[in-house]
C-alpha cells in the first residue's frame, strides 16, 4: 500500500542516553492548581494529569485553563498545571532535573513552544523519563517544535512520532478524517474546519506512529498529517499540532479530541470511543 508520507528509519545512530544522577528536585511553580474530583462518587482515583506549559509566541496563560477546564468537564481527571516556563521559549523546568519527575502521574500533556532549547542530553533524559516509568503523553501544537533538533539527535521528533520546522500563513483549514473508526476519532466531526489555525508542515512521520487526520495547506498545496498516535519504546502518545489559537482550543471539537487522545494514552478509552467505566467526568 502506498504511504502519502515520508516514515523514515529509527535510526538510533547518535542517540546518547546517559545515566541521569539524581538530582534535588526544586519545588515548581503550580499556576492555576489542581481541579480534585470526588473520589468517593466516582468509585476510582482520577486520572492524574501533569500539564506541562509555557514558552514563546503562545497565550499559555489562557489556554491552560481552557485545557484543564475543558478535560475535567470530560474525564475524571485532576490537573497539575506547571507553567514555572512563563513566556521563555528557551525554559528548562525545574521538574525535568528530577530523574523521576513523571512517577506520580499517569499522563504527561505538553502545551509548550521550547523552540530555543538545544540540549540534547536535556532532551534525552525527559524522554528516558517517559520510558523508564511507561508514562504516556499528549502533545499539542508548538511541543513539536520543541526540543526539536535537525542535525544532533532525533528522540524528541521519535518521540512525538512526527518531525516538523515549520508551519504555514495563519488561516483556517479543514480537517479530514484518516481512520474514522479509531477511538479518537469516532466522535470526531470530521470534515471540520477550524475557526483559526496555523497548520505545520510535517517534514516526516516516523513508522511507529499512525495518522489519523489531515489538512491541506493552502501554501503547500499537500495534506499535512495533523492528528495522529505514536507508540515509542512501549509509550503511547497521542499527538496534534492543531491548536495556536485560544477560538480554537475553545471549540467543543477540539476539546473533544483532546479528551479523547487524553484518555487513549493512558489507556481508558474503549473501542467505542467512550472513557473506560469510571473515569467519565464526575458530574
Keep these: 500500500m502506498h504511504d502519502p508520507y515520508h516514515r523514515p528509519g529509527l535510526h538510533m545512530r547518535g542517540l546518547r542516553l546517559p545515566s541521569t544522577a539524581v538530582l534535588v528536585l526544586a519545588v515548581v511553580l503550580l499556576a492555576g492548581g489542581a481541579h480534585v474530583t470526588d473520589d468517593a462518587t466516582s468509585g476510582l482515583a482520577p486520572l492524574r494529569v501533569l500539564l506541562i506549559t509555557g514558552g514563546g509566541w503562545h497565550d499559555y496563560t489562557a489556554q491552560q485553563r481552557i485545557l484543564a477546564d475543558g478535560i475535567t468537564a470530560r474525564v475524571n481527571a485532576v490537573i ?11 525554559a528548562r523546568i525545574a521538574r525535568h532535573r528530577s530523574s523521576e519527575w513523571a512517577s506520580e502521574f499517569d499522563v504527561v500533556l505538553y502545551n ?5 532549547v538545544r540540549d540534547v542530553e536535556w532532551t534525552e533524559a525527559i524522554v528516558r ?12 501544537h508548538c511541543t513539536m517544535h520543541s526540543y526539536n ?3 544532533d539527535s532525533p528522540i524528541w521528533s521519535m518521540f512525538v512520532g512526527v518531525r516538523s520546522h515549520r508551519h504555514q500563513r495563519q488561516m483556517p483549514f479543514t480537517v479530514e478524517a484518516l481512520d474514522s473508526e479509531h477511538p479518537i476519532m469516532k466522535d470526531f466531526p470530521a470534515p471540520w474546519q477550524t475557526p483559526q489555525g496555523e497548520l505545520y508542515e510535517i517534514v516526516d512521520v516516523y513508522p511507529t506512529a499512525t495518522p489519523l487526520g489531515h489538512a491541506l495547506g493552502q501554501d503547500s498545496g499537500e495534506h499535512q498529517v495533523a492528528i495522529w498516535t505514536n507508540r515509542f519504546a512501549g509509550v503511547r502518545v497521542f499527538g496534534t499540532t ?15 479530541l483532546i479528551a479523547d487522545g487524553l484518555l487513549w494514552a493512558a489507556d481508558r478509552l474503549d473501542a467505542s470511543g467512550r472513557p473506560v467505566a469510571g473515569y467519565e467526568a464526575v458530574k
Excluded at 517517559?130 to 499539542?140: F, G, K, R, S, Y
Design 80 to 90: 497539575t498545571i506547571d507553567h514555572e516556563a512563563g513566556e521563555d521559549s528557551g
Design 112 to 116: 509548550i513552544c521550547f523552540a530555543e
Design 129 to 140: 523519563a517517559h520510558v523508564a516509568e511507561q508514562v504516556p503523553a499528549v502533545v499539542l
Design 149 to 151: 533538533y535537525q542535525g
Design 242 to 256: 492543531i491548536g495556536h489559537h485560544n477560538e480554537t482550543m475553545q471549540t467543543d471539537a477540539y476539546l473533544e
